[in-house]
């Protein structure tokens, strides 16, 4: 029996006429696998990852469960489509009651942007408008401890700093917990997962920097706001002005 | 009195018919302005730089000093050429007698390579042929100590965790130190440089991840040569095999 995910975090929505992923009750994500050299790009890399000998285990579980490629009924009805067979990340996650939140996080969004998508995500208020009242209450039972989300990125970066097997362009992180552990000041069962990964290629020997940079950024902003959560800084308005100002000293005007 | 430089680390090696930079007795380094985009944008980086108040102090000595341009006859006798005047990173440390070693990193090396040359560069016995046997005796007075390349390096990453003024595209990091300190074990004068800022563009409130994690990459690469600077690891060998591994699934032969 599948539906249409009620929380969607990789891909485009199914919606009329468009093709989208599908779930099952048995913790299953099927994503339609794109008609172009994204597909097999995206399938050839988690060919590879599963049975990849020399990625460590603690690495491979931040990774989709891959259960291999199915043939499916496409969600906008046009026949027979090729189906990516996932691991639903967000089943075991779901509460009815309060949500489960999650974050997705791509390497292009303005460092003013994160900062503040990182505060909201940790917060109870993350509903107001004013970014100084939030009041990141989850920060450390999210972000903090030994099983948190930094505990989890500084193991990935270890990983990133070594490995030279794949480039992952355009590849997101994903951030996820239960609101309702949270709520009562316990381990939140916080998770790290990389996905969407169509443009991934060989590393060849390189280090990806690209990504670990992204990945020390992440680390870096996470760490500022679990260290002082009640601290909102005015960074991002003097990136602002550093900005215009290199701006105007170039001729540009915008 | 200007002349071809003998140690040159930046830019085309000034040669017959070929324009390249020269150097004069004060310490400043002539280096020719390209005619296309690659040059009004180094010489519009470098004015950004050096009129930019927010910038730290701590962090411009990481950038050659400018100090404007200068139309002077070319190297190959073409006639009158722009030229930047900047700081001669190499004057202030040549020593006649043993030389001043140098290494100019990018990011496209392989880590097999990068790993090699940052053992060569510490060594003493830096002309053999058998990577497992180089000394690295100079890797606790270079790499280390509060003056030392990884402290430098640690700064400047710290920075680039945060700025978004920048995005150094196909900029290099330089390594010097003064060989003959090195010998008699005293600090050894290790400074880390950024050159070549032809790509460089504006940041635009996005953290330059290309950047920082190749300053991670090249921060854990010094680490482990600090750490354990007799130890040459077989990582490199075992990226290989990675590699095979990953082209044979997507069927490629090379």
Not at 103 to 114: C, E, G, H, T, Y
Not at 167 to 174: A, D, E, R
Not at 216 to 232: D, V
Request: proline share 4%; net charge negative.
């Amino acid at each position: 029996m599948l539906k249409k995910p009620l929380h969607q975090v990789a891909g485009h929505q199914a919606s009329e006429g468009q093709l989208g992923p599908l779930i099952d009750d048995s913790g299953h994500f099927y994503k339609p696998l794109q008609s172009d050299e994204r597909g097999s790009n995206e399938l050839a890399f988690y060919t590879s990852l599963s049975s990849n000998t020399r990625i460590p285990d603690h690495i491979c579980r931040f990774f989709p469960v891959f259960y291999g490629t199915q043939l499916l009924e496409a969600s906008d009805g046009s026949g027979l489509h090729p189906h990516l067979v996932l691991q639903d990340l967000v089943s075991g996650h779901l509460n009815p009651d309060s949500g489960s939140p999650e974050k997705k996080l791509i390497q292009k969004f303005s460092a003013k942007d994160v900062r503040l998508a990182l505060r909201k995500f940790v917060s109870s208020n993350a509903a107001i408008d004013s970014a100084s009242d939030l009041d990141c209450s989850f920060a450390s039972v999210v972000y903090g401890g030994s099983n948190g989300i930094l505990a989890q990125l500084l193991e990935l970066k270890a990983w990133f700093e070594d490995q030279t097997i794949f480039h992952f362009y355009s590849c997101s992180v994903l951030l996820l917990y239960e609101k309702e552990l949270a709520l009562k000041g316990r381990s939140s069962g916080a998770e790290v997962k990389l996905i969407d990964f169509a443009h991934v290629v060989e590393g060849r020997g390189i280090i990806d920097h690209n990504f670990l940079g992204g990945l020390c950024s992440l680390i870096k902003f996470i760490s500022e706001i679990h260290t002082t959560p009640g601290e909102y800084t005015n960074k991002a308005c003097l990136q602002e002005a550093e900005k215009n100002q290199f701006c105007s000293e170039n001729g540009i005007n915008e």
